[in-house]
């Protein structure tokens, strides 16, 4: 496995990591304990060394999946997990990034977790009510204190993230960014190239779209968010948008790899300071993931994929209403 350093930070990982969401929540009934340890320690196996989380997914059950899994070789992997929320006895999230409360949430995130420190601590979702300065000056205490080794933030914007590093040098940003959601190239990628940080996409293939497993017939689980979170996965859409996984399809078929490889091996091929977390509950499919750190794109290659995608209009938009409100836009 090839190995990133994150921006400027000096924090060397895998240059695929593996995304443990979809493994407690999200995307269908959680998979079998055994099976998920199984799987995450595959990755590892096949030279993975960064693995995603958050308090969130579940809520909290995967931080500990995630933990029991890495133990044995605690020491040779990056964690990054993520606070940002608190949740009520209805069962809602709200948010919360208040100094008290992130501080309670890494005590948790530690034991859960079952390490003294955490690699790469993410601030989940932007709290309007609370100033990213405050924010940002509450991890680099618990920098400080040796709990955390690295600041990152998800979904912010160029301005927030600016901010943010202006007090606590920020390592990554996780946002969404792949071959159908390309926002990031607007502002936030110059961003970060100016200011030295890695990036790390998540849903680098789509939410599963892109692979080509997903069409207009498809019938997603009763938990299964992409029902109602993702206006791209109505059935309408899903149809509207099959010329894009088609042409893809294409594009992979004439190099002999898959769609999916061709997707996180053109991710990989934007810079030299991204790190996609494409997550999975099936052993091939992990396999597969990793095969596309040696699909080496060219800049003929590049022009290729951008000139036939370029006429493709992606139908729906990327959350629904709720889930919006959540992204930093200021």
Same mark, same amino acid.
């Given at each position: 496995m090839k190995t990133r350093n994150l921006g400027n930070s000096g924090l060397e990982v895998s240059a695929l990591g593996?995304?443990?969401?979809?493994?407690?929540?999200?995307?269908?009934?959680?998979?079998?304990?055994?099976?998920?340890?199984?799987?995450?320690?595959?990755?590892?196996?096949?030279?993975?060394?960064?693995?995603?989380?958050?308090?969130?997914?579940?809520?909290?059950?995967?931080?500990?999946?995630?933990?029991?899994?890495?133990?044995?070789?605690?020491? =040779?992997?990056?964690?990054?997990?993520?606070?940002?929320?608190?949740?009520?006895?209805?069962?809602?999230?709200?948010?919360?990034?208040?100094?008290?409360?992130?501080? =309670?949430?890494?005590?948790? =995130?530690?034991?859960?977790?079952?390490?003294?420190?955490?690699?790469?601590?993410? =601030?989940?979702?932007?709290?309007?009510?609370?100033?990213?300065?405050?924010?940002?000056?509450?991890?680099?205490?618990?920098?400080?204190?040796?709990?955390?080794?690295?600041?990152?933030?998800?979904?912010?914007?160029?301005?927030?993230?600016?901010?943010?590093?202006?007090?606590?040098?920020?390592?990554?940003l996780q946002n969404e960014y792949s071959l159908w959601w390309r926002e990031a190239e607007a502002e936030i990628l110059p961003t970060l190239e100016e200011l030295g940080i890695g990036f790390v996409p998540f849903s680098p293939l789509g939410k599963g779209f892109l692979t080509g497993a997903i069409d207009k017939h498809t019938v997603f689980d009763g938990s299964d968010m992409r029902n109602a979170a993702?206006?791209?996965f109505t059935q309408e859409a899903r149809a509207a948008n099959q010329g894009l996984v088609n042409i893809l399809g294409d594009i992979a078929a004439?190099?002999?790899?898959?769609?999916?490889?061709?997707?996180?091996?053109?991710?990989?091929?934007?810079?030299?300071?991204?790190?996609?977390?494409?997550?999975?509950?099936?052993?091939?499919?992990?396999?597969e993931n990793l095969v596309a750190v040696d699909v080496q794109l060219g800049a003929d290659d590049l022009r290729e994929i951008d000139q036939a995608l370029a006429g493709v209009a992606v139908v729906g938009d990327r959350y629904n209403e709720a889930m919006e409100r959540m992204v930093d836009r200021t």
């Amino acid at each position: 496995m090839k190995t990133r350093n994150l921006g400027n930070s000096g924090l060397e990982v895998s240059a695929l990591g593996f995304g443990a969401m979809g493994l407690s929540a999200i995307y269908g009934p959680p998979t079998e304990k055994a099976g998920a340890i199984t799987l995450i320690r595959a990755a590892f196996a096949r030279g993975v060394t960064f693995f995603d989380t958050a308090e969130t997914y579940g809520p909290f059950v995967n931080e500990e999946l995630l933990g029991e899994a890495v133990e044995p070789f605690r020491d =040779q992997v990056v964690i990054a997990t993520k606070f940002g929320f608190e949740f009520g006895a209805d069962g809602q999230r709200r948010m919360n990034s208040r100094p008290e409360h992130i501080r =309670q949430v890494v005590d948790g =995130q530690l034991k859960r977790l079952r390490t003294s420190h955490i690699d790469l601590l993410y =601030q989940h979702r932007v709290d309007p009510n609370v100033s990213i300065e405050d924010v940002a000056g509450t991890v680099r205490d618990l920098i400080a204190e040796g709990k955390v080794g690295h600041f990152g933030l998800s979904e912010a914007s160029s301005r927030t993230v600016r901010r943010a590093h202006s007090v606590q040098p920020v390592t990554a940003l996780q946002n969404e960014y792949s071959l159908w959601w390309r926002e990031a190239e607007a502002e936030i990628l110059p961003t970060l190239e100016e200011l030295g940080i890695g990036f790390v996409p998540f849903s680098p293939l789509g939410k599963g779209f892109l692979t080509g497993a997903i069409d207009k017939h498809t019938v997603f689980d009763g938990s299964d968010m992409r029902n109602a979170a993702f206006p791209r996965f109505t059935q309408e859409a899903r149809a509207a948008n099959q010329g894009l996984v088609n042409i893809l399809g294409d594009i992979a078929a004439r190099r002999g790899v898959t769609r999916a490889q061709i997707a996180l091996a053109w991710l990989l091929a934007q810079k030299p300071w991204i790190v996609p977390i494409p997550g999975t509950t099936k052993l091939p499919r992990l396999e597969e993931n990793l095969v596309a750190v040696d699909v080496q794109l060219g800049a003929d290659d590049l022009r290729e994929i951008d000139q036939a995608l370029a006429g493709v209009a992606v139908v729906g938009d990327r959350y629904n209403e709720a889930m919006e409100r959540m992204v930093d836009r200021t």
